[in-house]
């Protein structure tokens, strides 16, 4: 089993930045990357940006590379998602997955509680 616990969300404005992190612990050998799913009001859950542990290898949604940057730590067994030039379109509660380095959530074996994101315009 891998258990993840997010981090880092809250209520900002518009334009504002904030990072989240991911720690995951238990058996982290087992997975080979760390996603990062949203999910808005009424909407289902949107693929944002996914890292292998080495973190050289990166995979975002089109529409969010340039403004989010994922990023891992490895002796912390962290991922982060740095989120900058926020949106309201933004407003989201925010997932953390392990699994395999994919968009598809099914790939991904293991989920956090999930983090609130609040941006106000």
């Known amino acids: 089993q891998v258990q993840l616990v997010e981090s880092g969300g809250g209520l900002v404005q518009a334009g504002d930045s904030l990072r989240l992190s991911c720690a995951a612990s238990?058996?982290?050998?087992?997975?080979?990357?760390m996603g990062w799913f949203r999910q808005a009001p009424g909407k289902g859950r949107e693929f944002v940006a996914a890292?292998?542990?080495?973190?050289?290898?990166?995979y975002y949604t089109n529409s969010f590379q340039g403004r989010f940057t994922i990023s891992t730590d490895n002796a912390k067994g962290t991922v982060y998602l740095q989120m900058n030039s926020l949106k309201p379109e933004d407003t989201a509660v925010y997932y953390c997955a392990a699994g395999r380095l994919s968009a598809n959530p099914k790939s991904y074996d293991y989920w956090g509680q999930g983090t609130q994101v609040t941006v106000s315009s």
């Open positions: 890292i292998d542990w080495s973190g050289s290898s990166t």
């Open positions: 238990g058996r982290t050998f087992s997975i080979d990357a």
